[in-house]
């Protein structure tokens, strides 16, 4: 069982807890995931079954977010699930002063991480040391930010009002630090209430499965997965013939005869499978991901 699968994952489970269960599901422990959700968010989490894990690192990186922030709140994980550290009722805040504040999120942007992330410090994830009350510095990053959209805006003259955004960003973006640099600018704090990833690494909300779907596709035998060469659609291709294919499949560097448009490319036989992903590098095309199901008699 080689491809993807476009699941929606649900509040309260961890990434790793979605791999666990798609491994027990259907019977393989060759499972990956792409982009890390937090255990409160929701939403699109591609997975990658078999020898499609190592095809990951290839996916579309853009994502894109449906965010609510809640203003007037600051808490210690930047979200809900954390503690209340700081209260400031946002009453006075206007949808023209967010529209304002959000121009400065837009683009390149530097970005703290939140303390309560994954992120690593001397073999230590931040939240195992957040957890033990130690206070590290934490580095900016640049981070992009494609589009920042208004959806909705609830509350105004309430004490703690409700924006919900719609975020198109690339990777390494994290969308609390968000929330919490939104407030911090618009000096009231701000956390982030609830979060749904609409779209990512070139899957989207609609056409995703939850868990238990994917259960009952199991003891139907219907599972469907993305095909490799679907999911990597956006990237260009090279059309090798026969002789190319073997001797490519053996780990032999081709040359292409020709300059490609990209430095990565998919690999395809000349019935249109799927052999893999190569990189262009000194005029020769070189094997990065053989597939297993490459035929190399």
Not at 50 to 62: E, W
Not at 115 to 122: E, G, H, K, L, P
Not at 263 to 275: H, I, K, M, N, T
Request: include cysteine; charged fraction near 20%.
């Amino acid at each position: 069982m080689i491809g993807f699968l476009n699941l929606n994952k649900s509040t309260g489970f961890t990434s790793h807890d979605c791999v666990a269960c798609v491994r027990r599901i259907l019977h393989t422990k060759r499972v990956g995931h792409g982009g890390t959700l937090d255990p409160l968010a929701t939403g699109v989490l591609p997975i990658a079954i078999g020898s499609a894990t190592r095809l990951l690192q290839f996916l579309p990186t853009p994502k894109i977010y449906r965010a609510t922030v809640r203003l007037g709140v600051a808490t210690n994980t930047d979200d809900l699930e954390g503690e209340v550290i700081q209260t400031c009722p946002g009453a006075s805040i206007t949808r023209e002063q967010i529209e304002e504040a959000l121009k400065a999120f837009q683009g390149q942007i530097q970005q703290v991480p939140p303390m309560y992330s994954a992120i690593q410090r001397n073999g230590k994830r931040l939240y195992e040391l957040a957890r033990q009350g130690k206070v590290v510095e934490v580095e900016p990053r640049l981070v992009e930010i494609h589009s920042l959209k208004i959806l909705d805006w609830q509350g105004e003259g309430l004490d703690y009002p409700e924006l919900t955004l719609q975020i198109d960003c690339g990777p390494g973006t994290y969308i609390r630090a968000i929330a919490r640099d939104l407030g911090a600018a618009l000096q009231v704090g701000g956390t982030l209430a609830e979060l749904i990833r609409t779209q990512s690494c070139g899957f989207d909300l609609d056409s995703s499965i939850s868990l238990s779907t994917l259960e009952a596709q199991a003891v139907s035998d219907e599972v469907s997965l993305t095909e490799p060469s679907v999911a990597l659609g956006h990237m260009s291709s090279v059309t090798l013939e026969e002789e190319e294919a073997r001797r490519w499949c053996q780990g032999q560097q081709i040359d292409l005869g020709a300059i490609p448009e990209a430095e990565w490319l998919r690999a395809l036989g000349v019935d249109g499978s799927f052999l893999g992903v190569g990189q262009w590098h000194d005029e020769r095309f070189v094997p990065k991901v053989v597939m297993n199901s490459c035929n190399t008699p």
